[in-house]
């Protein structure tokens, strides 16, 4: 599923420059192939940061060759950066899912972190950045998924199968 996904990103890693991945828990699809492939080609590779407990928006930190990696509340590795970048300021964003359905929304693991740190797209139209790719497998795909007025739209959805366009 690896080299597929990889095979399949690989178009999208050579078009833009600064782009966000997450750091795979549980049944996450693992992005650190791609991550690595992108960091070779020259790319800016950012991670999230979750922020303090009342906040919702993520943001993103630029790896270094020497990382400082800590644990988050979570239980999941981030990286400490002196100056984060949000969301806006990346050309492409790998977001995981639990599901998605066919006109491009995903279902998450209900945290809102990665609709509260894009809730800007909603509210302006203007906005291109980033193109946002959830990626999962074929297997999480479905006719439609719970709704809300919040929730972003994905332009794409990145599978062991197959790359699905939806803007």
């Known amino acids: 599923a690896a080299q597929a996904l990889r095979r399949r990103a690989m178009p999208l890693l050579l078009r833009h420059r600064r782009i966000g991945f997450y750091l795979a828990t549980g049944e996450e699809m693992d992005l650190l192939p791609l991550l690595n492939q992108a960091a070779w080609a020259g790319k800016t590779c950012c991670v999230p940061v979750v922020p303090p407990r009342f906040e919702r928006r993520l ?27 949000r969301a806006w300021q990346l050309d492409l964003l790998f977001v995981p899912l ?14 809102g972190f990665y609709d509260a740190s894009l809730a800007y797209l909603n509210r302006r139209k203007t906005w291109r950045k980033p193109y946002l790719v959830g990626i999962g497998y074929e297997c999480q795909k479905v006719v439609a998924v719970p709704r809300e007025p919040w929730d972003i739209r994905l332009d794409a959805a990145l599978t062991e199968r197959a790359l699905y366009r939806f803007r």
């Open 59 to 85: 943001s993103f930190s630029s790896l270094t060759p020497r990382p400082r990696w800590y644990l988050n509340r979570f239980g999941i590795h981030e990286h400490w950066s002196p100056r984060p970048l």
């Open 98 to 111: 639990v599901g998605f359905d066919e006109e491009g929304y995903r279902l998450g693991m209900g945290g």
